[in-house]
């Protein structure tokens, strides 16, 4: 986040500072040739843009921030976009610029580690010639985007950059669902349980479950929002024949919001249905413990009064003074017992 | 859902193998002729629409995905309904083509045995001459509609693809109030108990409830949205005729809509007054403890001071020592209960 | 509700059947004259409508579909208004159709006996020169807008069919306040009450009231919709100088949904209140069984250590052995009682 | 409320009936001149607006629906506003008629008896020479508007009767800001306690305000809307010159419902404190009990043990008997605490 | 906040009194030539504004209304802003007046010692060749702002009174970061905990969290509205080139709410989870104080049985019958801990 006061634009990078060098991959084609280059420099990557042709420039990481201002001035980005490239905290959001149209999205991936959510921001230029793609780290969810492009008779070679920005913000958004149906197949491991049966860990299970659920839904949410402003009409830089496209990932976000909300209703429920099982077992116990203080109480007392040592207690001295006392303890829990019955507590 | 960075459009069944074949159904019929095929193949399927009057091509299974392109390759369907057919999880909505309009909904039906909600996607093509519909399984809520075609005299025949669309979307959400009347006597069984008769199964009942309700819910909503966009104006495939119709239906599901989230909120409700009607018993239970052990610890305490062995307890040896010490203890049990009726704790 | 897959507008009675015969009463009126017929024939009504003047035909009886048909049929109304009129469970709304005004609600009146909301659908045509009402039992709040009908000088006979179909929504509307007052005589009842003086049904009786307001809700939000639209603008059937009779019935929905809000609000804010006067009592009672039995327990071992039988135990035969023991007592329990003081237990 | 069915516009006074007259005050001014009259006939009242000038015409009782349709009639006011000034419970609103805009609005005190809401209901007519303002009882919150009617200098005496109007309604709006404050202090005395202070009535506090706030926000909600749609645009009785400051009526209203709204949050908030500490207290209390009894229950046993009479004990005969049993129970207890203080229960 | 029924306009200051001077720096600059003056009088201040180039006039201090009020006439404000800024509980607004924009907002920081949130309010009015900014205390977070415009290179001293007045609104929303990274950072640190570990005053530092997460919401959401609606278009004072700043100034207040949001989610998800945490850690003692109870209380009773004096007790003469009490104990325990046991509870 931004130093108070600081200038506006002045482009400084906001996350944790990082070692490595910047990474720069290129991909130019045409509908009839493919190159692409591994690892070049900022002025290769600028000169790529101007070949005919289309030319993706992916960008891997963004703790070198003289690095990704000079890429910005090639493609002419303005410099607030800059800006947002270099706060890796930014908010899903589309904008237009004269030149471009800049995306900013989260890619979402889970840590198998320690059971938690990584996310990394991704920002995405789409101009009339070229798609410039900034990650935070090496490694994404844009493989099979690569793997197509080689291929000649993918829709994708024919079309224009709007085809392979929405193939990108495509492929992202699939990966949002392999991490939702880990986190659905959590919650119903949780559902399938009688109330009495969930674990004693329920709730911080619950509770982590829900916080990758919000964080989640802080990504797709405004993601969303973007998506379905590019699907509703045709632009410079997005044909008509891309609208069915973007109108479709549009709908899978609706449907992955949808079903985070399900999920976090859910996960609510099973919070109550959990504290209702708590609930009615230590009601169950304290039952248990209720019942056999009530009834052994009474009888204690008779012992301890026959047990006193007063010269003259004339019970202690007949002969059925025992089986009598005996007696009345039988006849006093029967009697508690009874009562207790009536209640229906036992 | 989607691999993720798989080509868009690329159409592979993304639900469960299934062994069975796919099954087609053909019923091809103007005002004069009805002609009803069972099991034809995809080819005959096309031709039929090519033949004057209305054909309705009713595919059931989606799971073998070569024949499911073929069909839609036929149709002229785009490639990405396509997917949306084949993808047994999507969302509800209509969509407008050049040369179709196509509705994605889902139709319910309860599982007898376990108590849980099956739900099923509907596809439904409305082109000029003819409705193809997608099924994942045999089996269906389309009897009557089918009967009804073949009887000459009904609306259904004298009316155009429109109003075959509208009767179909009609029989699916007629399918929705069976299921909601169900879940609405449970609700209702529960409602009519007093607290604390509400059965100790009532947190699991409700969760179990809530979760069908949230499921149809979920299913519902957006098929509401998607029917009141058909309903809005007439267009190049539904007449201003039919327009009635299409509100009467959305109306209906406007309906089942508020009648879910009352169901939900008198679930909420219940499960308050069961909480409270637990709470009350568990205070009542420890009501009873709370008083008989406050009764006797001061008594036991009594016998106990009298059941010491010190040589020198002047007490142990007056002649009225006994009843003293009984009479004591009346008193002490006479003013703690007073004490308890004046805190109306009796 | 329909049976699935039945014809639209095949118009069958849908709630539970009933032997008694539909009634017809018929009020025709000019300016200058009024006849009223009480049980009149379909046929006759719907010849009434046909003379000069306004005609107010009012079916009490809705179980005797083909009646009801027959007479929708001389009034022209459209078959899927028909069957809206014979399904008494549909939602409130209003319905433009090129010869009439349809508009559905619910009359709502309290049943003395088992303090439940007994509610009946109206269903009102307004037409050009007729006002048709459905409804489904005799007896109705209907009385007032008789009586003035029958009296020259009101401006209900100088006005026309929409300032009648006003006088009767408003006659329904008006009818929904003694309910309200009712049940908000109901909560204050309860609101008045110190928080543990609310009595033990508190929670069922909450439950109840929630129940009917939810379902007052369900009546009035839709019907507020309903009458707000046709307040917006003149038309056909409504002149302009009865907008502002409408806009002052919305204005009353629209108070009586606050009203119902503001007592579901308070409802929840009684209960948490309850609860927080029930935890507090039990925490009251809790606390005098653990000071009592704090107390008592370090004592009753005590008693218990001297009345062991041990043949070597010096201290009882100490001639101050009882004393020291009675005062070690008295210093347990003063230390005790001091403690609970210091920690504001007692 | 109305009566079921009673004709609209029929104009009977709602509230309870009162005895005392109904108070006319009139003050008449120009720029120039000012002439303030009390007690006036409802014929005098309506002479005034014929004179050149302002006239500001107070009716203070509404008691006398008579009377209050003479007014009416003489300021030519629509019999269904008439209506409404009858009602004293109806909602804030803005009305146009085609001689002036009515509006309805609520004036609150705080009664300082009794600790509740005093709400009085004021109904403001403003025309082209004429603000006509009903309220129920004597006593208002106008008395500085008075004055500075009376001082020539004053904007109010330049500006037109929208200027009064306004003044009027901000002087209603400003005494909100004290009940407000009022209601801020008390949930601030609570807001400063920590968990474990809040005093136990807390909840009947908190409700009480939570009682008062949802009645402030019943008023103050709809009013926002009404002065919002004064304020959008200059009329024939609002000049635009008095937008801004009706803009910062608007905005005034918006900040009340934002504080409203804030503080029933913290109600809400502090609600969950005080459970919070009510359960930390009440655990804290069982955990003394649970520590002492769970200890003296094993030592009890032992006593209980060698106190028993039978013959053959060996160990009651051992000269180290009772100091073993001594050690014994020494360990049990060091054993037991040693457990509580590894559970952390101490 | 306002006396009822003072005039409005008349400018009285309405926070609390205060002592001090009022401070006013000037800053003039051109593009070429920068002076800055510290403490001048409002006279010098407002002739500034005469010169060529740009003037900001920071005024500290808000307390003597006079002063402010004579500012205000030699800038030409409204009197209404004028009162606007002389109330120091205003609601965050942007109003466009004919020579000037009009926004408040309010500058929020922490205050180190305990632990709350102090506010301040800021006007800014945005003229042709002005710009003028009221705070209420000395000290602010313009520094960085100050210190650019020293600076000649920088897009601030190129720009206009539009780029001035972003760069004052840019440092206070990004003020608003540090605050939150705060609570934040204090959520984050129960967040990380388990939920047993919680430490217990978890609802206590909740509740203050919750409190200056309710503030900040309560002066970001309206101040975002205001910016939003700053942004959406050119006008006589922004100039299209600043719009993208706005913009990016709306983002950032966007997230920063939804931050506040997801925080607010958090805290009730952890005072959930703190609930749970307490109510299982109740239970675990009470369950031991149960299974001890419940297995000591039967063996207790036996020895008082056989602690009895009745003088016909055999079993005391028998020569076995100790140990065989002792057996009937560890055989009755047994039986209870297997029970336990088989209920699942120790």
Redesign the interface.
């Known amino acids: 986040?931004?130093?108070?006061?600081?200038?506006?634009?002045s482009a400084e990078y906001l996350g944790e500072p990082k070692d490595s060098n910047i990474h720069i991959d290129l991909i130019a084609y045409t509908a009839d040739s493919v190159k692409a280059l591994d690892d070049v420099t900022a002025l290769e990557a600028s000169r790529a843009s101007a070949e005919p042709g289309i030319s993706w420039v992916d960008v891997d990481g963004i703790h070198d921030a003289d690095m990704v201002k000079r890429i910005g001035q090639r493609f002419q980005i303005?410099p607030?976009s800059v800006?947002?490239v270099l706060n890796p905290?930014?908010?899903p959001?589309a904008?237009y610029?004269p030149n471009y149209i800049y995306v900013v999205l989260r890619m979402v991936t889970r840590d198998p580690n320690d059971d938690e959510l990584d996310s990394e921001q991704v920002s995405l230029f789409l101009g009339k010639d070229f798609v410039l793609t900034f990650q935070e780290h090496d490694g994404d969810?844009?493989?099979?985007?690569r793997k197509?492009l080689r291929d000649p008779n993918?829709?994708?070679r024919q079309q224009g950059t709007d085809f392979l920005a929405?193939?990108i913000l495509?492929?992202v958004v699939?990966?949002y669902?392999?991490v939702l149906?880990d986190l659905e197949s959590q919650v119903d491991a949780l559902?399938v349980l009688?109330?009495t049966e969930l674990p004693?860990?329920t709730?911080?299970r619950l509770?982590k479950i829900?916080?990758q659920l919000?964080?989640l839904r802080?990504a797709l949410r405004?993601l969303r929002e973007a998506v379905a402003a590019l699907a509703r009409s045709p632009d410079e830089w997005i044909k008509p024949a891309t609208l069915?496209?973007l109108?479709?990932l549009s709908?899978?976000l609706?449907?992955e919001v949808?079903t985070i909300d399900?999920l976090r209703?859910?996960c609510q429920?099973?919070?109550?249905?959990?504290?209702?099982?708590?609930?009615?077992?230590?009601?169950?116990?304290?039952?248990?413990?209720?019942v056999?203080?009530?009834i052994?109480?009474?009888?204690?007392?008779i012992?301890?009064?026959?047990?006193?040592?007063?010269?003259?207690?004339p019970?202690?001295?007949?002969?059925?003074?025992?089986p009598i006392?005996l007696g009345l303890m039988v006849l006093t829990s029967a009697g508690l017992l009874g009562y207790f019955r009536y209640?229906r507590?036992l």
Chains 1, 2, 3, 4, 5 share one sequence.
């Open positions: 986040m931004a130093n108070p006061g600081q200038a506006p634009g303005h607030l800006e947002d905290e930014g908010r959001k904008e610029y969810v844009f493989g099979p985007v197509r993918t829709r994708l929405y193939s495509d492929a699939d990966s669902f392999g149906e559902d009688e109330a004693v860990d709730p911080v509770h829900k916080r919000r964080r802080q405004p069915p496209y109108r479709d709908d899978n609706a449907e949808e399900l209703e859910t429920s099973l919070l109550d249905l959990y504290n209702a099982g708590q609930t009615q077992r230590t009601n169950d116990e304290m039952r248990v413990l209720t056999i203080a009530t052994f109480i009474p009888l204690t007392f012992t301890g009064l026959y047990g006193m040592n007063f010269d003259n207690m019970e202690l001295h007949n002969q059925y003074g025992y006392a209640k507590w």
